[in-house]
């Protein structure tokens, strides 16, 4: 099977997906390999042959899962926003709480950017040189904006959000405002204690919402 990665000018690039067990493992393995060493070497001299050698396959075995370094580097990225995007965390965890979900966020968020701070540095990197990732890079922040838009759309319907605020622009700007805060923290290196920071854009959040108790009740 073959899987899609969006390009600028609307085509797309393969992604093998391969169908027997093995395949599965050997190209898990590459993308684990790929992940050592573009975080290692970076992006422009990472060479297929040391990310075949990573991943104890041999170098042929590279071109059955995937015809270059940037379609492996787009199965690494891939993998990391699967981390990252935290889907159905309602589900997972119970909350229904407004203020309870917007800090259960932002903490997995923070968490999940620090552990992968290397490589979102990398793909910051490469977003602005090549087209592909700029694509991404532009898919990765409509996915999150238009989750979290759907939560303030939910918010508004309540009672417990204004309601003159636009959903999806919204959601823009407090997700740009979180992911910017990540980048100077654990990229960049400034020195904020975690919780001083989650605290900080929690409150950001629930004034840039006007978030209201249930029923209307201003807080």
Known sequence: MTGQVPTEDGAHARITTPRSARGERTRGALVRGAREVFERDGYL???????????????????TYFNNKEEIFAAVVEQVQEEMLHPHLRERTGITDAREMIDASNRE???????????????????????TFRALRIQRGNA??????????????????????????????????VSRMAYMVYVLEQRIAFERLVGTLNQIWINGLQLREPGGHAS
């Open 144 to 177: 999150f904006a238009q989750r979290n838009a759907k939560l303030i759309r939910q918010l508004q319907e309540r009672g417990e959000a204004d309601p003159s605020l636009d959903p999806l622009v919204t959601a823009h700007a407090l997700s740009n405002m």
């Open 109 to 131: 968020y923070l968490r999940s950017y620090k552990q992968n701070a290397r490589l979102m540095a990398l793909f910051e990197q490469v977003a602005q040189i090549d087209p």
């Open 45 to 63: 001299d990472a060479r297929i042959t040391d990310i075949s050698k990573a991943a104890g396959v041999a170098s042929g075995s590279f071109y």
